[in-house]
């Protein structure tokens, strides 16, 4: 059943960006100063963006169901396992923002901005 749902997610993510394609093949290159291969970055940009943030979605929600079952299998050692929570998401949370920075300035590079 978990495999189906996973499927299901991909072949909806494939519809999504392949709708997405239309835009980019119907751009002229000379509207705005774009051309066909930078009109496309932004669209690369904008779906790398939303994989990064599932993806750190997905992060969280590992590392919060991890230490709270291991606060509830042992409470003794539950300000240590908060304590180490921390520190993993913040790192999460780094990594994450790096790559939204890396979308952002793929963004701006070809906008010509």
């Known amino acids: 059943m978990k495999a189906l749902k996973m499927l299901w997610f991909v072949l909806t993510a494939v519809v999504v960006v392949l709708a997405s394609t239309t835009p980019l093949f119907a751009a002229n290159p000379g509207d705005a100063g774009t051309s066909f291969l930078l009109s496309g970055s932004s669209i690369g940009a904008g779906v790398g963006a939303g994989i990064v943030m599932l993806g750190a979605g997905y992060g969280f929600s590992r590392i919060g169901s991890a230490a709270l079952e291991s606060m509830a299998r042992q ?7 908060g304590t180490n929570m921390i520190v993993i998401a913040a790192l999460l949370e780094g990594a994450t923002f790096f790559a939204l920075l890396v979308c952002l300035l793929i963004t701006l590079l070809h906008s010509g901005v």
């Open 75 to 81: 409470p003794e050692v539950a300000n240590r396992v």
